[in-house]
Antibody, heavy 121, light 106 residues
């Protein structure tokens, strides 16, 4: 059974940093691209960042480019999102999602339950 | 960047109704489009890939069509489990979600 378990969310002050993690199991992690998708309270889905199987291709939404860094550790079956210079508008539930393909395209066929990031003073 | 729009934003319907949701892309995305269903407090669930391919386990009352810039998701006979928010997503150039269509009870 595929499982994606996010962690690392919490309350953080504007301008500070936070690192999210996603622990994957139930599939061959290094066969697939992975993504972070966020959802602000009461709002829609926003793709944040994605990474190919071997970290060779990485993409970011314009809203986070230069502030967030995605990475993965295939030996640990883990995905990460390092977030710097956090803003109030980064407040959201952050989902980890598995791609259907190894490269940076395709649909997202499995999702975690999310970790909540609240940016507030 | 590719922008996605959906219409309507909210749809009120009754059990048994045929429901159609439209998704438009700001430029051609061929058939690189997916549809997701999201229920309150839950993660999204992939329904359709490549504009019209039904995912395993998804009821056959769901169908997708379209290519280029205009796409539709149709529920042929709305069931109680279908009241949810539906999102389209393009993956022709990175990834963009539509703003969502909430299907609620009439």
């Amino acid at each position: 059974e595929v499982q994606l378990v996010e962690s690392g969310g919490g309350l953080v002050q504007p301008g500070r940093s936070l690192r999210l993690s996603c622990a994957a199991s139930g599939f061959i992690f290094d066969d697939y691209g992975m993504h972070w998708v966020r959802q602000a309270p009461g709002k829609g889905l926003e793709w944040v960042s994605g990474i190919s199987w071997n970290s060779g291709s990485i993409g970011y939404a314009d809203s986070v480019k230069g502030r967030f860094t995605i990475s993965r550790d295939n030996a640990k079956n883990s995905l990460y999102l390092q977030m710097h210079s956090l803003r109030a508008e980064d407040t959201a539930l952050y989902y980890c999602a598995k791609n259907t393909m190894d490269i940076l395209t395709g649909e997202f066929d499995y999702w975690g339950q999310g970790t909540l990031v609240t940016v507030s003073s | 960047d590719i922008q996605m729009t959906q219409s309507p934003s909210t749809l009120s319907a009754s059990i048994g109704d045929r429901v159609t949701i439209t998704c438009r892309a700001s430029q051609s995305i061929s058939n690189w489009l997916a549809w997701y269903q999201q229920k309150p407090g839950k993660a999204p669930n992939l329904l359709i890939s490549k504009a019209s391919t039904l995912e395993s386990g998804v009821p056959s009352r769901f169908s997708g069509s379209g290519s280029g810039t205009e796409f539709t998701l149709t529920i042929s006979s709305l069931q109680p489990d279908d009241f949810a928010t539906y999102y389209c997503q393009q993956y022709n150039s990175l990834f963009t979600f539509g703003p969502g269509t909430k299907v609620d009870i009439k």
